[in-house]
């Protein structure tokens, strides 16, 4: 179990490593800019934003809150979700090592477990785009070519059929093999959760909308603020802006949970504690080292 520290008031102020602020600091600045000019233009010529109201912005700025919650709120949805499957994952992991000590062939049942860990590693670099083989290879023993197109499937089938010879020969009872098997059918489900969340991402008109309607809401908020506010209106502006781009980035970066971002799910770590029980169960006692967090954030 990690304990992250509880930040303190500077840390919640000007801490950058997680925050979204290096993400949208140039479209603030240009919204900044944009507001600074507008209220420079109201002071020279005070008849300009005369006529201007702000009460399309209010209900405007009601609306787009509404929107903008429902999107986070399934963005966050697919965040959870993608921990959850990651979670089975360990769950099953440790599952299938405990059932696994009915093995009498030692060298057969590390090879299995040492297989497994790769697993972790192809599923985690095949979420990421990366090569699933590469990331695997210190942890498979069987050739390249056995394990087909779908790297980490294709480690599961082969831990299938170790299982299945292990049966035929009287190795393992039949419901041990069935204990065996249920742990690897749970992570081919794990992994198609994954793959559902990592193929299908929200629909790109409705997050486009979105990010139109916070573009277009920003750059005209300094002409309804200007007069009533005068240079007060380029830091409310600041702040409102700070706000919406902030919602839309985190949104952004919760929709795919899998990648690198620094609010993505923390699946190295998660791989290194698979690494850790697996290694362990085997016996052996020079274990890597748990990840920990950096500055509140886990990778």
Same mark, same amino acid.
């Given at each position: 179990?990690?304990?992250?520290?509880?930040?303190?008031?500077?840390?919640?102020?000007?801490?950058?490593?997680?925050?979204?602020?290096?993400?949208?600091?140039?479209?603030?600045?240009?919204?900044?800019?944009?507001?600074?000019?507008?209220?420079?233009?109201?002071?020279?010529?005070?008849?300009?934003?005369?006529?201007?109201?702000?009460?399309?912005?209010?209900?405007?700025?009601?609306?787009?809150?509404?929107?903008?919650?429902?999107?986070? +709120?399934?963005?966050?949805?697919?965040?959870?979700?993608?921990?959850?499957?990651?979670?089975?994952?360990?769950?099953?992991?440790?599952?299938?090592?405990?059932?696994?000590?009915?093995?009498?062939?030692?060298?057969?049942?590390?090879?299995?477990?040492?297989?497994?860990?790769?697993?972790?590693?192809?599923?985690?670099?095949?979420?990421?785009?990366?090569?699933?083989?590469?990331?695997?290879?210190?942890?498979?023993? +069987?050739?390249?070519?056995?394990?087909?197109?779908?790297?980490?499937?294709?480690?599961?089938?082969?831990?299938?059929?170790?299982?299945?010879?292990?049966?035929?020969?009287?190795?393992?009872?039949?419901?041990?093999?069935?204990?065996?098997?249920?742990?690897?059918?749970?992570? +081919?489900?794990?992994?198609?959760?994954?793959?559902?969340?990592?193929?299908?991402?929200?629909?790109?008109?409705?997050?486009?909308?979105?990010?139109?309607?916070?573009?277009?809401?920003?750059?005209?908020?300094?002409?309804?603020?200007?007069?009533?506010?005068?240079?007060?209106?380029?830091?409310?502006?600041?702040?409102? +802006?700070?706000?919406?781009?902030?919602?839309?980035?985190?949104?952004?970066?919760?929709?795919?949970?899998?990648?690198?971002?620094?609010?993505?799910?923390?699946?190295?770590?998660?791989?290194?504690?698979?690494?850790?029980?697996?290694?362990?169960?085997?016996?052996?006692?020079?274990?890597?080292?748990?990840?920990?967090?950096?500055?509140?954030?886990?990778?």
């Amino acid at each position: 179990m990690i304990v992250h520290p509880k930040p303190k008031l500077t840390d919640i102020l000007f801490s950058l490593k997680g925050s979204i602020a290096k993400r949208i600091a140039g479209r603030s600045l240009m919204v900044t800019a944009l507001a600074s000019l507008i209220v420079l233009i109201e002071v020279l010529y005070p008849a300009s934003f005369s006529r201007v109201n702000a009460t399309p912005f209010t209900l405007l700025g009601i609306s787009l809150s509404i929107f903008m919650s429902f999107r986070n +709120s399934a963005c966050y949805g697919r965040w959870w979700e993608g921990r959850q499957a990651w979670g089975t994952v360990i769950i099953e992991m440790r599952s299938f090592a405990r059932a696994s000590v009915a093995i009498s062939d030692i060298a057969q049942r590390e090879t299995m477990l040492r297989e497994l860990c790769g697993y972790a590693h192809a599923l985690n670099a095949r979420l990421r785009g990366e090569d699933e083989l590469h990331a695997a290879g210190p942890w498979i023993s +069987s050739m390249p070519e056995t394990y087909g197109q779908n790297i980490s499937d294709g480690i599961l089938r082969n831990i299938s059929c170790q299982c299945s010879e292990l049966v035929t020969s009287h190795a393992i009872s039949d419901w041990r093999y069935i204990t065996l098997e249920k742990c690897l059918h749970s992570l +081919s489900e794990a992994q198609g959760t994954c793959e559902r969340i990592k193929g299908t991402p929200l629909p790109f008109p409705y997050t486009l909308l979105l990010h139109r309607t916070i573009y277009i809401f920003c750059l005209l908020l300094p002409f309804a603020m200007a007069e009533p506010l005068g240079w007060l209106a380029p830091l409310f502006t600041t702040i409102v +802006s700070y706000t919406f781009f902030g919602l839309d980035a985190i949104g952004d970066e919760l929709e795919d949970p899998f990648g690198r971002d620094e609010n993505d799910l923390p699946t190295d770590a998660m791989v290194r504690t698979i690494e850790r029980d697996l290694l362990d169960a085997l016996g052996h006692t020079e274990l890597p080292q748990p990840l920990q967090p950096v500055a509140y954030v886990l990778n």
